[in-house]
C-alpha cells in the first residue's frame, strides 16, 4: 500500500507546478486526500483538502486562488496545481489520505489524523 508523490521542481517565483499523488495497492474511492507542506524546521501543515467524491475542498488562507486541488478516483490519482508560487512556498509537499467510514465527504482531520502518507516531494521556489 503506497502513495507516491510526483511533479517536485525548482521553480522561479511567479512560475507554476503541478503535483500528483498516486495511490498503488489501495483505491482512493474512500478517502479525503490532503496535500501538506512542511518547510524547513517547521511543523507539517495542511495545504489542501479534498473530500472522497471531490464534493468539499478546503486551502490554507495563503494558497486561495493560487492553488486547485482535485482528483481522478478512477486514477486514484489527487493532483494540486499550484500557480503564482511565492518563495514561501518552498518545501516538502506530502499527500496523506484519511479513510471517510461513513461516506460523508469529510475533509482532513489535520496531520495527525491522517492514515498514511507518501513520502513527499521537493518544491523549491527561488530565484
Known amino acids: 500500500l503506497q502513495l507516491v508523490e510526483s511533479g517536485g521542481a525548482l521553480v522561479q517565483p511567479g512560475g507554476s507546478l503541478n503535483l500528483s499523488c498516486v495511490a498503488s495497492g489501495f483505491t482512493l474511492h474512500y478517502y479525503a486526500v490532503g496535500w501538506f507542506r512542511q518547510a524547513p524546521g517547521k511543523e507539517r501543515e495542511e495545504v489542501s483538502c479534498i473530500s472522497m467524491r471531490g464534493v468539499n475542498t478546503r486551502y490554507e488562507e495563503s494558497v486561495k486562488g493560487r492553488f486547485t486541488i482535485s482528483r481522478d478516483n478512477a486514477k486514484s490519482t489527487v493532483f494540486l496545481q499550484m500557480n503564482s508560487l511565492k518563495v514561501e512556498d518552498t518545501g516538502v509537499y506530502y499527500c496523506?489520505?484519511?479513510?471517510?467510514?461513513?461516506?460523508?465527504?469529510?475533509?482532513?482531520?489535520?496531520?495527525?489524523?491522517?492514515?498514511?502518507w507518501g513520502s513527499g516531494t521537493l518544491v523549491t521556489v527561488s530565484a
Open positions: 496523506g489520505v484519511y479513510a471517510d467510514h461513513h461516506g460523508i465527504d469529510r475533509l482532513c482531520p489535520g496531520a495527525d489524523g491522517m492514515n498514511r
